[in-house]
């Protein structure tokens, strides 16, 4: 049986609808216009059940788009974090000495982490550092016990966790050195030196405010703080 033809519209555009049409069914903005069309042929006073149907569905779907994209970038920024830390993991054991191992603290380290200041402060019942330290006074700092808890927990007397973010306001990044003028986020790795030692703390300053948030996740940072203090270790034992 034939298609009534249809008044005003060429032959061209009715064979081409008639040989593909899931080609018109899959676009939604023109089977939008196709049922507004027929509810206003309908009139005001038809309440077209399958139009309403079509719209929550439309919505929805739409809401399931924007998921799955989000859904796929934080999957791909997942993959660059942990690249990024692979490759800190990696200088932090490529060291064939402890001075060099103090050295990619001003360097090669910030620069694979993505931040713009890097600090080891280290507890310690000494007045003077070693020599080694002295060479590094602007990323390794010595600080009295007790001073890193008191830093991370901000007064509260829990023992501080072993990774903490959290954003900065100006004038709150002192320790972070002349960078601390740009640092707006920070992570605060606490360091378990072994026994007997008093504790470390691996300090990481971003201008991003959005780069350590407390809301975010701490796997990646608990993980290379756990690499780098076991680096710690053998350095000092």
């Known amino acids: 049986m034939t298609a009534p033809r249809i008044a005003g519209i060429t032959d061209h555009l009715r064979e081409t609808i008639l040989s593909d ?12 216009a196709l049922v507004q069309a027929n509810e206003r042929r309908m009139g005001d006073n038809v309440v077209d059940l399958r139009g309403i149907a079509m719209e929550r569905l439309e919505r929805r779907l739409d809401r399931l ?27 932090a054991l490529d060291a064939a000495s402890f001075e060099g191992f103090l050295a990619t603290l001003a360097g090669r380290l910030p620069q694979a982490l993505g ?14 550092a070693e020599p080694a330290l002295q060479r590094y006074a602007g990323t390794v700092l010595p600080a009295e016990p007790g001073f890193i ?10 023992p501080p966790r072993a990774v903490t973010l959290r954003g900065l306001a100006p004038g709150e990044a002192g320790l972070h050195g002349p960078q601390g003028l740009r640092v707006r986020s920070e992570a605060c790795l606490v360091l378990d030196l072994g026994p007997g030692r008093l504790p470390g703390m691996l300090l990481l300053g971003s201008d991003d405010p959005q780069q350590f948030q407390s809301t975010h996740g701490t796997d990646l940072l608990g993980f290379f703080g756990a690499v780098f203090e076991r680096a710690m270790r053998r350095w000092l034992e």
């Open 65 to 91: 788009e924007e998921t799955h994209r989000s859904v796929i970038a934080a999957a791909w920024e997942n993959l660059a974090s942990t690249a990024q830390l692979h490759r800190a993991v990696l200088i």
């Open 115 to 128: 931040v713009e200041a890097l600090r080891l402060i280290l507890e310690t019942h000494r007045t003077a």
């Open 21 to 32: 049409p899931d080609m018109v069914l899959s676009d939604h903005d023109v089977m939008r």
């Open 149 to 158: 808890a008191d830093y991370v927990g901000r007064g509260r007397t829990e």
